[in-house]
């Protein structure tokens, strides 16, 4: 409506949505890189993969193109389909998987664990374990919750806050609120998984290229290229089974 009045963290958020052809771009740049990932450290005994928090499959059917995997995928808010490639995709939740032991030898963990309730962490980890073959990986992408813009949200600082007063903040986002989101580091990730009985391969920072991001602020984070070097968008990672 002409002339509405804005809350500052509401007009600082819509600035930072992306349009269709950034968010085009994350999702070529987030699936060449894992694929990548994949590709380099994966083992091939059968043949398979598994998506897990897959959504309705857009990942999933960019990495069935770019690996020799068969890929099936796993989300709660899903009924049993298929993708749009054809790869089958089950409801299902990380600490409850619908497949027999041993039978995928890679994982993917793109930007879920964050969802995953802190109580069920350690269970969806022994999960994830216990689907894949020995020696079998995961791989996947967190993001960083202390980044200055937190990517859920789009609100300055969100995830340096406590429980309660992300709740509360949480109305000045434009994003859909409600999204079950929680602010964990990688450091957690490697001290649950560790437990869970993988060895960490590979933990590396991941910033998206500058033309991924919304036209208003790029100019911003040309200008915090380097400190972006040490305190990322997100960070990506091999696990391995032992």
């Known amino acids: 409506m002409p002339g509405a009045r804005q809350t500052p963290g509401v007009a600082i958020g819509r600035n930072l949505l992306p349009s269709a052809e950034e968010w085009a771009l994350r999702n070529e740049t987030l699936a060449s890189t894992l694929a990548q990932l994949l590709n380099d450290n994966s083992p091939t005994i059968t043949g398979r993969g598994l998506e897990v928090g897959c959504q309705w499959g857009l990942l999933l059917d960019a990495l069935a193109s770019r690996t020799s995997k068969r890929w099936c995928g796993v989300d709660p808010v899903i009924d049993r389909h298929l993708s749009r490639a ?30 995953i309730p802190p109580p069920l962490r350690e269970a969806s980890l022994a999960e994830m374990h216990r689907v894949l073959v020995p020696g079998g990986i995961m791989v996947g992408q967190l993001p960083n919750p202390h980044f200055p813009i937190e990517s859920h949200s789009k609100l300055p600082f969100m995830g340096w806050l406590p429980p309660r007063a992300q709740n509360w903040y949480w109305r000045l986002s434009p994003s859909r609120r409600g999204s079950g989101f929680y602010s964990v580091t990688v450091g957690d990730l490697k001290r649950r998984a560790n437990g869970a009985g993988f060895d960490v391969m590979l933990i590396r920072k991941f910033n998206y290229p500058v033309e991924a991001a919304p036209q208003a602020v790029r100019w911003l984070v040309r200008l915090m290229n380097k400190p972006m070097a040490v305190v990322p968008w997100s960070w990506q990672f091999v696990l391995r089974r032992r």
């Open 86 to 115: 054809g790869s089958e995709l089950f409801n299902g939740s990380a600490d409850q998987l619908p497949f027999p032991d041993e039978v995928f030898d890679c994982v993917v963990l793109a930007n879920v664990y964050e969802h």
